[in-house]
C-alpha cells in the first residue's frame, strides 16, 4: 500500500494523488494525522497491518498494536483500551470485525459504550476476486441493529478522511465502512462530515435516488447524468451516515418526489435501503425500490467493476431500476412533463 | 519464586473465615429467595473473592468506585453473580438490603453483572469476554506507565472459549505483569466434570506454554490465597495465573462436587439446612 512521504493537506492535489481514490489509505492518513495531535488514539491490527498501518507502525509504534490474526482478542483489547479513556481504531475487514467478533462488538464495546472505533475494509463485494469469503454485504444490518453503534459510509476516499476525523470526535462506537479498490471521487474538496446528516446532491422532481458508499453514490449521480436526456429529474442525496439517518432530509425528498430508490454495494435487507424503508414507512410512504445485492451469496469470481455491473449497481443498471421504478408507479407524468417542457 | 508479605495472621484469618461464612450466607438468601442462583460455582469462588477484598490485595474504593489508580477486577464468570453481589455489598459497594432485590423485577441485580452496579467493571455473563479486555486494560497501564493491575476471576469450564487462549497468547506476547488470572478450579462445568465434558489437563502446562507464570492453591485456604494473592507477579514482566483448586457448591454438603447445584433455587428445607452447615464451620480448606 501507498507510503505516505509528505504532509500534504488532505483533499489537495498532491493528497489525493498519493491516497489514490482508496477509502481505506485515507482513513489511516487520518488515524495518522488524528495520533500526532491526540495522544490517546491507538491503531490496533489483525496481522493486516500492511493495508496502510506500517505508517502508523513507524511513528507510534507504542500505540500501534497487532494481536495476529484473533479477531474476537483484537475487539476485546481495543474495548480495554478505551475504558481507560484511550480512542483505539480496529483495522480488519469488515466481515471479521463485524461477524467473527460481533459479540465483542456487541457486548464490550457497544453496550458498555466504548469509545472504540471500527475500520472495516473490504466491505461490500469490492473483494470480488477473493470470493464470499471476504465479501462483506451484511456489515451495515449488523452494526446498525447494534445499540449506541454510530454507522457511517464515506462516498470517497475524502470523505473516508472526514468521516474518520468525525469518528474520532464522536464519543462512543463508531463503524466506517470503508474498502480497499480505488473508488470515484465525489467530493473535490474537504467539507465537513456531520453525523446524522445526509447531503442533496442534485435536485430533481420525478424520483429521489438516495445513495450511501463508495462508488455506489458515484454512480447514482452518473446515473442521473444519464436520465436527464430522457426527461428523468432526479433528486440525489449521500447518506453516509446511516445510523443516525437524516430522517427529515428522506421525509422531505419523499414529499418532493413521490418515488424513492435506494443504492447500496451491500444486502437489500436490512441496510440504507431497509433504514430508509423503516423512515419512510412511517413518515411518509412512498413507493421504494432497493438496488443493492440480491438476498444470496455471491458465487461468481470477477473482478470490482464487474460485480458492480452484474449486481446492477453501475451508472447503467441503477438509470434502468429508476426507469422501472417510474413505469411501476405508473401516470407517466415524467414523460409529458418533459415533453411539455420541450415544446 | 513468590515474594510473600508473610503469613496470614491469626486474627486476621479468623475475620476472613468469618466474613467467608457470611457471603455464603447470603448466597444460599439469593438462591432461596430468587428463580434460583448458580450455587455451585458462587460457593466455590467464596474465600478467592474474600482475599480479594478484603485482605487487602485490591485497592478499590467503595465511596467512589471509579477512583483514580484503582486496580481492575473483572470478574468474568459473570453466571456467579450471587457471589460477586455479596462480597460487593459486603466490601460497602451496595448497600446490604438490596441484595433482596437479586432478579426481582426492577433490580439492577441481574443474573448476570450489568455494568451499572458499583463496583462492575465489566458486564459479563457471555464467558470469554473478560480476559481479553483485562489484556487491553494492562496494555494501557503499561502504556500510561500506570501503577494500577487487572485481576481476573475465570471460570475452569469457561477456559474452554477459544478467546482466552487468544488473550493469554496476547498477555505473554505484551510482557503484562501487571495482569493476573485467578482459575477457579472446581471441575465442574454444567454438563459435569470437566475432564469429562471437554478436557482442561494439563492445565497448569498449557498456561505455562503460553508463557505465564503458574501457582497453584487449595482455593479455599484463606492463608495461601493470602500468600499468593500478595505474591503476584510471580515472575517479573510476565502474566500471572492462580489455579485455584476448589469445591464446586462448597459449604453446602448436597452441592458439593456435583453439576446438579451448577444453578437451582434452595427450598426452604434445604435453605435451613445449607444455613446449618454453614454456621456449624462448613466451607474449610481442602487439605
Known sequence: MSAFTTAAAPGSREWLAEIGGCAVSACRRAQLDLARVDERVFSLEGDLGDFGGDDFRAAYPDRFIDVGIAEANLVGIAAGLAFRGNVPFVNTFATFALMRACEQVRLDVCYHNANVKIAGTF???????????????????VARCLPNMVVLAPADALDAYQATVSAALHNGPVYLRLGLEPTPAVYAEPHSFEIGRGRMLAQGRHVGIVAAGLSSVANALAASRRLRPLGILATVVDMPSIKPIDDELLVRVARETGLVVTVEEHSVLGGLGGAVAEVLGERCPVPLHRVGIADEYCGVVGPYLSQLQRCGLDADGIAATVQMALKMRGGDAWCYESQASES | MITTTGVLDESRRASLTALARRIRKHIVNLAAHSAGAHVGGSMSAVEILTVLYFDGVLTVNPDDPEMEGRDYFIFSKGHCSAALYSVLAERGFLPMEELQTYKQMGSRLAGHPSKDIPGVELATGSLGHGLPVAVGLAIAGKHDHAA???????????????????????????????????????????????????????????????????????????????QVLHGVPFQYGRPSVILAHTLKGHGISFAENTNKWHYGKLSPEQKRLALEEIESGAGSPLS
Open chain 1, 123 to 141: 466491505a461490500g463485494i469490492a473483494a470480488g476476486a477473493s470470493g464470499p469469503t471476504h465479501q462483506s454485504v451484511e456489515d451495515l444490518a
Open chain 2, 148 to 226: 494500577y493491575r487487572v485481576f481476573v476471576l475465570v471460570g475452569d469450564g469457561e477456559c474452554q472459549e477459544g478467546t482466552t487462549w487468544e488473550a493469554a497468547m496476547a498477555a505473554a506476547h505484551y510482557g503484562l505483569g501487571n495482569l493476573t488470572v485467578i482459575v477457579d478450579r472446581n471441575g465442574i462445568q454444567e454438563d459435569g466434570p470437566t475432564e469429562e465434558v471437554m478436557a482442561l489437563e494439563p492445565f497448569a502446562q498449557k498456561w505455562r506454554s503460553f508463557g505465564w507464570a503458574v501457582e497453584e492453591v487449595d482455593g479455599h485456604d484463606l492463608a495461601s490465597l493470602h
